[in-house]
């Protein structure tokens, strides 16, 4: 089955602890994006690669980390979480054409 | 500023009326628009999308207007049924974004049909 997939599912952490959420897709796509779903903001982007070892920031990158080191797979680094990254994350990925799969999510709560 | 916008957080139905979901957009380079559904505890999924080029598409009950003009589109569902209750986000994507082809996306609609 073509998906996106995210883990954890449920984080709740304290502030400055690292943390990793990763993000994995089956379906050979070469774009790869993650998003945080914020009440009354709909979705905004962090980071987006367009290929392997190819990364760049989408429109909220700040204290946040990516890393593209295979296709398959696009890991979110939070280095030290505070409290206002407390959110609903989202991994996504497509071809270069415009549908675009998303992950189940991430609801990630930080003390 | 947020370039979409969906002034209605939420939208309440009843049940085989039509749902009509709105969304605004502010920049002119936007030309093409799609519009995902989201159950809770899920991830967003595709719905439906158009082309600046058209004013319209269809694709079962779902149809989607564009009106270029006054930088707004719609989202038609007819006849609403329950499980269409859900979030509904619309999102748009600039020309000039080129391959990497950005997504912009709107705050989204809770859309409720009551049986």
């Known amino acids: 089955e073509a998906q996106v997939t995210q883990n954890p599912r449920y984080l709740i952490t304290v502030t400055g602890k690292k943390l990793t959420v990763t993000c994995s897709q089956n379906?050979?796509?070469?774009?790869m994006s993650w998003y945080r779903q914020d009440p009354g903001l709909g979705l905004r982007q962090i980071y987006y690669?367009?290929?392997?070892?190819?990364?760049d920031k989408g429109d909220v990158p700040e204290g946040y980390k990516v890393s593209r080191k295979e296709k398959r797979n696009f890991p979110l680094i939070l280095e030290s979480p505070s409290p206002n990254q407390t959110s609903l994350y989202f991994c996504a990925s497509r071809q270069l054409d415009n549908e675009q799969f998303f992950g189940p999510g991430t609801r990630l709560t930080v003390l | 500023d947020q370039q979409v916008k969906q002034n209605s957080p939420s939208l309440s139905v009843q049940e085989g009326r039509i749902s009509i979901l709105n969304c605004d957009y502010t920049?002119?380079?936007?030309?093409?628009f799609l519009w995902y559904k989201k159950y809770p505890a899920e991830g967003p999924t595709f719905l439906i999308s158009i082309s600046s080029i058209k004013d319209k598409n269809e694709d079962g009950r779902f149809t989607v207007f564009l009106n270029k003009s006054a930088k707004h589109l719609s989202l038609h569902i007819v006849p609403s049924q329950p499980g269409d209750s859900a979030v509904y986000f619309c999102a748009a994507i600039p020309l000039s974004s080129g391959s990497a082809r950005q997504l912009t996306f709107g705050s989204g609609t809770q859309l409720t049909v009551l049986p």
């Open positions: 690669s367009m290929n392997v070892e190819v990364t």
């Open positions: 379906m050979n796509h070469e774009y």
């Open positions: 920049n002119s380079m936007f030309d093409y």
